[in-house]
């Protein structure tokens, strides 16, 4: 059963993203607004459209969940596989069932490091236009006393 219901889902979660159903939509409610004089503009035509987009609305709903659901599942199992086989921090697995307050003590510890990351990266740089090492751009090397900059040579 929960095959079926998953193929069926995914079909028309496909079917409902093309191009060709919003035409049709399009043409559906275009049809019925030039149907309006025709019937008076009653409450009967003003209730098929609202009925139709209503039932529509509430099945398209727990359809498109269903699928967000497994495909965010299956991105979290790959995610999870490269985490696991990788040298990354195995904490960061699962942490999709973490409350919001744990999510957030997680994702400052990961700005933290990578702040410092950075800072550290920045050291290197510094260092290497410092040093006048190759690879260092060129507006980025610092200028020396003679007014020649580092590693270019002529002034």
Same mark, same amino acid.
């Given at each position: ?11 028309? @979660? ?19 607004? @030039? ?76 700005? @933290? ?12 740089? @510094? ?29």
């Amino acid at each position: 059963m929960d095959r079926l219901f998953a193929s069926f889902a995914n079909h028309v @979660a496909r079917i409902a993203g093309s191009p060709t159903t919003f035409l049709l939509c399009v043409a559906v409610v275009v049809v019925w607004a @030039a149907t309006g004089p025709m019937f008076g503009f009653s409450e009967t035509w003003q209730l098929i459209i609202n009925t139709g987009t209503t039932i529509v609305t509430f099945l398209m709903v727990f359809l498109i969940q269903n699928t967000q659901n497994r495909d965010g599942l299956a991105l979290q199992t790959k995610l999870d596989e490269l985490i696991r086989s990788s040298d990354a921090q195995d904490e960061f697995m699962g942490i999709e069932k973490l409350t919001d307050k744990e999510l957030v003590v997680l994702h400052q510890k990961c700005e @933290a490091a990578a702040r410092q990351s950075q800072a550290t990266l920045e050291r290197a740089l @510094a260092e290497r236009r410092r040093r006048g090492h190759a690879g260092v751009p060129e507006g980025e090397r610092e200028e020396v006393a003679d007014g020649r900059n580092r590693g270019m040579g002529e002034p």
